[in-house]
């Protein structure tokens, strides 16, 4: 197998880190995206005054993460999940919003 890159760098190193930074980013923002949108699911099935009780149970999460989670899913969800189907790069306006 012939390797482009026959050197170890610190050049080559940090490319490689922000690569694997760049996918991680991608990867975390569209697994909060797609909770998100499964937290809503569930509170939108279960009886009212169930919500609190089911997320400590069942999922482990606070109100207040599960509400920013949906939240997150309401605002980005379509256009971030969207552009991360192709391979282009989500609008980058977008994730610098996040916070």
Do not use: F
């Not at 050197?7 to 998100?36: C, D, F, M």
């Not at 599960?66 to 790069?89: F, M, N, P, W």
């Amino acid at each position: 197998m012939n390797d482009l890159i026959t050197e170890r760098t610190p050049l080559v190193i940090a490319a490689e880190i922000n690569t694997i930074r760049h996918y991680a980013g991608k990867i975390l923002l569209t697994s909060a995206i797609v909770i998100g949108r499964r937290l809503k699911e569930a509170k939108d099935l279960l009886p009212y005054g169930e919500w609190g009780k089911w997320l400590k149970e069942s999922v482990c999460y606070s109100q207040r993460t599960a509400d920013r989670l949906i939240q997150l899913c309401e605002t980005y969800g379509t256009k971030l999940l969207v552009s991360s189907d192709s391979d282009s790069h989500p609008d980058s306006s977008l994730v610098t919003n996040l916070t």
